[in-house]
């Protein structure tokens, strides 16, 4: 019985365009992730884990292409997705938050708060609902994992 795959990138290769000519920043990933599962890119500084992320999304800069490969998701090759129809997909569908530090979340504001806002940009929902949401798309994700931090004490 072969199982549901939600994410498979195969053989997927990232360029930049340059002055000097196209600069290989990632070749040949390939992976799979089936529903329920989760998935770290681990490496050294500068290895391709966020252009890799970027590509999966199509949030690459201008002058990044991916010129092989694919990155099928829930059954559609998002490589091959038009922007509008790519647009729809982004944050309804699938999401990335990262880890570096000019991209981090913000320490001031909850965790929860943050994924609402960036929810409520691609999708008028009411909070309420949005916090029902990760429990009900189809079975993806099973809860909002809580966070929380010390309060300080005064």
């Not at 916090?131 to 994700?141: A, E, H, K, V």
């Amino acid at each position: 019985m072969t199982e549901q795959r939600l994410l498979t990138v195969s053989d997927l290769a990232i360029h930049y365009r340059t002055g000097a000519g196209p600069v290989q920043a990632v070749d040949g990933i390939d992976f799979d992730l089936r529903p329920g599962e989760a998935l770290g890119l681990v490496g050294e500084s500068g290895c391709g884990k966020t252009t890799a992320a970027k590509a999966m999304l199509r949030l690459l800069p201008p002058n990044g292409e991916v010129p092989r490969g694919r990155i099928d998701f829930d059954g559609r090759n998002l490589v091959e997705l038009d922007s509008e129809a790519m647009r729809k997909v982004r944050w309804k569908e699938i999401a990335w938050i990262s880890q570096a530090a000019m991209n981090a979340l913000d320490p001031v504001y909850t965790v929860g708060d943050q994924i609402l806002e960036a929810m409520n940009a691609h999708v008028k929902i009411k909070r309420d609902e949005a916090w029902l949401m990760p429990r009900t798309c189809s079975g993806r994700w099973a809860s909002i994992p809580r966070v929380s931090r010390p309060t300080p004490t005064r």
